[in-house]
């Protein structure tokens, strides 16, 4: 029973997708909270997708709908997996559920919903947001238990997240970009709380993107550089975001959005 | 009385004329739930937003405001269409409300807005969205007779929609583009039900736009042909659509959003 | 105590940010509606964000978050704004907020939000919309006392409207471009009211904008000119408009979104 459901997409905000599965779900759940999380997912992009997810950690414990589906309609299975917080994450079985889930506790039962009772009939082929997601998602808000959806399932056999986590050397980090954003501040694969056992604020970081190699701040924030700098943060989500302020690290360095780079970060003393 | 209003639009998302709307609504009739739906009709585009309307039918009979309204301001009606399933479509006399009740059991009753105490006072020139078709909807939702809000219509005098149905000939069908989306994907005139009758899943389809001819698989969805392989499916709202997987369609073929092309199908036998 | 909550930002829409304020918000205060204003505004565009947020003179007094926040993590203040009319309006001390007071009666009583308890803790350096400016509003809707929130402050020590009111001459106003759309329609800091002493509908309008000199008709609405024409009309939110009909009138003089021009309307009586 949750009183809230969020649903994630790469379906385009305004898109008329998003509001049928708001129409599927209130048709079976009247009372829950509908609340559209990141509709902005580039297409078929499962690794920025499972990044966007992970918000839900800052939204109580929820039933959570994520479509970045490119396998849809073929058999690739759909999924709930329940957290040890409390959430169900519902969605398709290509590894997009799974970072969201390590800072809810991690998954405690996992399940594959084959139950068509819990389905909009007939089930299309191509669009599971509508018929297999949402109203499992409704029906697990309303209170059903979700081992009637379908079958548990090992969580052993899922597939895997679609991105590491970064590998914490001595005095470096070995890391990827996992996402990007429209003002072409780039996100790592590094959790905050990592870096700071390695930084600390104010400290200057060596960053090398290929072969580039720029010098710039570990700070708190952007305006704590000049209009044009780079600049190195904990993002407000819990992982470490590079930035230009009011410009475009991304840009800059020519990094493309879903392009794999690996960042080695060396401290040279607080500046 | 309804529990859900529907808004389509070409403001765009995120605009904050649709947020208007909700409040207007709401002062209204308070318990409604009000769902976006397609806030991304391309400006102007009746056609287009004509197509995305028709996904209404999956969403239980409501109250729709369709606010794709190039005459705005000028001596275009502004109406109230009752459909047998019991919805009632409220937006401009311009044909972009007559696609979607077809798969609604058509028309059973049509007003013309004119009673200005269901209007917001004074009504802008410009945008009737916010001071007719939102406190419409919502007095319609809150229980009060549509036949409050004018007068009653012919439905004969109404514009027609703004394209035709497909032709369906032996072994061929003569369709248009009625719309394309951000991936490229193009969307046909020809209804699945009717494309069913002249074709089975499996079968090879040679499609023809201007000069260019291709053959391509009629399937049930994108993954089941290679990445950048065209594929023509059925769609997720009940019309017929032409795409390629991970690819752009559109954009291979030369195809531009609103040009209007014949695309003759011809079975070759199944592969 | 209000029953609306609405936002403005500039995260753009579909971006997962105004999806963890709608959560944070449901936790506080869970009965309250929710309302996405405008979330197009440009990045940091506080011009812009202020004109958008003009549009709330359309909703019933209410809270109203701003979140165009350029200083955010500076030493900026956290403001709570009450207006005459009974609405608060929570964002950042940058001037954003100043303009939409004005149509509300003006400023009543300001406070700095400063309380702990009032915020999501630990308080992110960048993200002031979730954890500052979310839990204050909700806070206040819930019907908590604004004078709680921290401190009061002398509204002489706000930051200034980031664009003056035109400057309204004999026969002439001296105006600027405060925002634009995606078609090309230019806004003018030109209050209706007051072009309305100087102005009547029907006649002809000389517009200087840089080295540029059009004559265009001041009429009611677009569709009243052929397409490709442009017109000067009453906007739907009480200020000056500049368009072409179906067209685009900041490409066509060569306007550049922000860019401060002067524009000089001259009338040479009716047409």
Redesign the interface.
Same mark, same amino acid.
């Given at each position: 029973m949750h009183?809230?459901i969020?649903i +994630?997409t790469d379906f @385009?905000? @305004?898109?008329? @997708?998003? /509001?049928?599965m708001? =129409?599927?779900i209130?048709?079976i759940c009247?009372d829950v909270?509908v609340?559209?999380?990141?509709? &902005?997912v580039p @297409? %078929?992009d499962v690794r920025a997708g499972a990044r966007?997810l992970e918000?839900i950690a %800052?939204?109580?414990a929820?039933a959570h709908i994520c479509v970045v589906d490119?396998?849809?309609? +073929?058999k690739r299975r759909a999924l709930i997996l329940i957290t040890k917080r409390g959430d169900a994450l519902v969605g398709p079985d290509n590894g997009v559920l799974i970072p969201a889930t390590n800072s809810l506790g991690g998954i405690v039962k996992a399940f594959e919903v084959t139950n068509p009772t819990w389905m909009l009939q007939p089930v299309? =082929?191509? %669009?599971h947001g509508?018929d297999v997601f949402a109203p499992t998602a409704a029906h697990i808000a309303a209170g059903k238990n979700p081992a009637d959806a379908g079958s548990a399932i090992d969580s052993k056999t899922l597939a895997p997240a679609p991105f590491p986590e970064a590998k914490y050397r001595h005095q470096a980090i070995e890391a990827e970009v996992i996402d990007m954003n429209?003002?072409g501040n780039v996100f790592l694969n590094i959790r905050a709380e990592e870096m700071h056992k390695l930084a600390t604020i104010g400290n200057t970081i060596k960053l090398s993107a290929g072969a580039n190699q720029i010098l710039l701040p570990y700070l708190? +924030? %952007? /305006?704590?550089v000049p209009v044009n700098s780079p600049v190195i943060?904990? &993002? &407000?989500f819990g992982r470490i975001e590079v930035a230009v302020n009011?410009g475009n690290f991304a840009e800059a360095l020519g990094i493309d959005r879903g392009q794999e780079i690996i960042l080695r970060v060396t401290l040279t003393g607080a500046d």
């Open positions: 009183s809230i969020t +994630t @385009g905000p @305004g898109n008329k @997708g998003i /509001g049928v708001h =129409a599927v209130q048709r009247p909270h609340i559209n999380l990141a509709q &902005d @297409g %078929f966007l918000a %800052f939204v109580p929820a490119p396998g849809v309609g +073929t299309s =082929a191509i %669009f509508r429209s003002y708190r +924030t %952007f /305006g704590e943060i904990d &993002d &407000d009011q």
